[in-house]
């Protein structure tokens, strides 16, 4: 954790970092372990999370609110599907990311309580459900959404675009 800090500037932002490593450590390896079922892989994926957790920690407002922890997990799922993808690729196996089983980001509690907008985002696939939740529940830019997914900004775009139409057609079969 101190090579974590010194790359960080203010006490504010250490203080800040320090309560999110704390905190998500343990559900981050746990998250990561559950996608690629290898310790040392799992604390790589873990590592690289928290490498880009500090690109962002400025716009992180509170380090123990839901918002956080979302994000959190959703960094490190990222995170571990592109790490077994890498692997993967140099194995030349190719899988697609619907083999893994993911679990989703933010699991509702009762579904009978829960309202239908959550019913219908609970359907999605989980990166649809993932850019839907940075950018509308947290309020990342797509720019940013592109830096902490890993991800191209044309390919957030689209995907943003994608995840929109399939909630809307989720919805309209809810309401029929």
């Not at 309560?19 to 290898?38: A, D, P, T």
């Not at 196996?93 to 980001?105: A, I, N, T």
């Not at 019913?119 to 592109?146: C, Q, W």
Request: aromatic letters at 6%; a negative charge.
């Amino acid at each position: 954790m101190l090579i974590y800090l010194q790359m960080l500037e203010t006490p504010e932002e250490k203080s800040k970092f320090e309560q999110i490593y704390l905190e998500y450590r343990n559900l981050m390896f746990y998250v990561s372990k559950g996608i690629l079922h290898n310790q040392q892989d799992a604390e790589d994926a873990v590592q690289e999370a928290f490498l880009k957790i500090i690109k962002i920690i400025d716009q992180i407002e509170d380090p123990k609110c839901p918002k956080t922890k979302n994000l959190t997990v959703m960094i490190v799922e990222r995170t571990a599907i592109d790490l077994w993808r890498r692997q993967k690729k140099l194995q030349r196996v190719s899988m697609e990311e619907d083999d893994l089983e993911l679990g989703s980001v933010k699991e509702i509690e009762s579904v009978e309580h829960a309202s239908t907008l959550a019913l219908a985002m609970a359907t999605l696939p989980a990166k649809y459900r993932e850019v839907l939740l940075l950018r509308y529940d947290n309020g990342f830019s797509e720019a940013e959404i592109a830096n902490i997914l890993s991800m191209s900004l044309a390919n957030v775009h689209k995907t943003i675009q994608r995840a929109k139409k399939k909630l809307e057609q989720t919805l309209e079969e809810q309401e029929g």
